[in-house]
């Protein structure tokens, strides 16, 4: 354990999540924690009164001691928005500001593999876990996946961790060096937050910016954002894609080591669960790291023929009546709903909708007529589809999910049903996780 923080003062915004593991981190570390959250008490339920059964203060209501008490450390919450006068209080006192991330690499002095990207992140993370398990090794998955990296520390019983960063968590990262980075693509996302394409581009390649000669860099060599700004890296460059100079490539449907003048094939795609060439990208990728961290061929193939899709990403749900109906719920923008309508076969009836971002949804009006039936829009969306994409018949706007998948199975003219939304969850869910579910149970029941 590479950090002590006895005698510090640490405050925490937000009870969520990554801010209750976080400030029981601290407190396991010696400090002392206090969480600052803007919901009052009674609409947290239990929670408070477990955490102060650990020792952590609490403030509700807002964060007016958070910033106006002296700390030594502020953690905040992924996407948590600071305002100017907060972090012009914390330097006038000389508190550091830290993601939960951040907090948990300095805690952590073993072997762990960073896993960021626009799209793919969870499944890569999913695939290289089981691979190295495979290989005999303790490994585990934490961070964006689900459980904060800081809830599991200090780790006795763990070989590697592998960590899913979203850029939320990079805005206050500052020293995190992981022993192998990958870096799977920037594409346009999370620009209503970040601005523009380079600076979020540029929070991705953060993650390997304090990576030295003996650390890998696995990188996507398809990438044009990731290929022209990774030359300044100084860790050892391992490159994955369907280019020829690619050291783990993706060519008519499988995936390859290149070694030397040999080509090793690891996979076919009739091998495995997992459809679209986006994954056999993730598989690739996955490999190219497994490997670099001891895993043999053997066990890193042995697990790609095991894997299951990922709970919400393309999750095939059932068929009824021809028809095939998809839970990709997973898919918050419009180029992992584009990925998904690439890997479903056939005509598809795509339900789109949520709480917009900023890309534009015109790509879907060429799409109709071709791969899409029907769009069948829901949500906050709405408004934004109308005045993106021109006006067609076969586009269809309905209040919510429920009445947007009835409206779906009104027709007999697509051999695919997918739930892929391009939008965040937040204007009728909870998270994306909530809305999979839902549209799970509701297919289900269609009778």
Request: glycine share 8%.
């Amino acid at each position: 354990m590479a950090l002590d923080l006895t005698g510090q003062r640490v405050g925490v915004l937000r009870i969520k999540r990554s801010g209750i593991s976080a400030a029981r981190l601290i407190h396991r570390l010696g400090g002392t924690a206090l969480i600052s959250e803007r919901k009052t008490e009674a609409e947290l339920g239990d929670t408070p009164r477990s955490l102060r059964a650990d020792g952590i203060q609490l403030e509700f209501g807002g964060h007016a001691r958070l910033t106006t008490e002296r700390f030594d450390i502020v953690v905040v919450s992924p996407g948590a928005v600071l305002r100017d006068e907060w972090l012009a209080a914390w330097s006038s006192r000389g508190t550091e500001i830290w993601s939960e991330f951040e907090l948990s690499s300095r805690c952590y002095d073993g072997r762990w593999i960073a896993v960021t990207g626009s799209n793919g992140k969870t499944t890569t993370v999913t695939l290289l876990t089981e691979m190295l398990r495979a290989a005999g090794l303790r490994a585990q998955s934490v961070g964006n996946i689900g459980t904060a990296w800081s809830e599991l520390l200090p780790a006795r019983d763990v070989d590697i961790f592998v960590v899913e960063v979203s850029s939320f968590q990079m805005e206050f990262t500052h020293s995190a060096r992981p022993t192998i980075a990958v870096l799977l693509n920037v594409l346009e996302n999370h620009l209503d937050r970040h601005g523009d394409l380079t600076t979020y581009g540029l929070l991705k390649l953060k993650l390997a910016r304090r990576q030295t000669a003996n650390d890998i860099v696995v990188l996507n060599g398809d990438d044009a954002f990731l290929m022209q700004h990774a030359a300044s890296l100084k860790s050892r460059r391992v490159e994955f894609g369907t280019g020829v100079n690619a050291d783990w490539q993706v060519v008519d449907d499988a995936v390859f080591m290149i070694d030397g003048s040999s080509a090793h094939q690891l996979l076919h795609a009739d091998e495995w669960h997992l459809t679209g060439q986006h994954n056999l990208l993730n598989a690739a990728a996955a490999a190219a790291a497994a490997f670099h961290a001891d895993a043999p061929l053997d066990a890193i193939r042995s697990a790609l023929i095991l894997a299951t899709p990922v709970e919400h990403r393309i999750e095939f749900v059932r068929e009824l009546r021809g028809i095939r109906f998809y839970n990709d719920s997973k898919s918050t923008n419009l180029t992992a709903t584009m990925t998904a309508i690439a890997a479903v076969a056939g005509k598809i009836t795509l339900l789109f909708g949520g709480q917009p971002k900023l890309e534009s949804f015109a790509p879907l009006g060429k799409l109709l007529g071709n791969k899409l039936a029907h769009l069948i829009v829901f949500g906050e969306a709405t408004a934004k589809v109308r005045q993106e994409v021109p006006v067609d018949d076969r586009i269809i706007y309905c209040d919510d999910l429920s009445s947007a998948l009835t409206t779906a199975c009104g027709f007999a003219d697509a051999d695919a049903i997918l739930l892929s939304p391009g939008c965040a969850s937040y204007d009728q869910f909870n998270n994306f996780e909530e809305r999979g579910t839902v549209f799970k149970s509701l297919v289900r029941n269609i009778t």
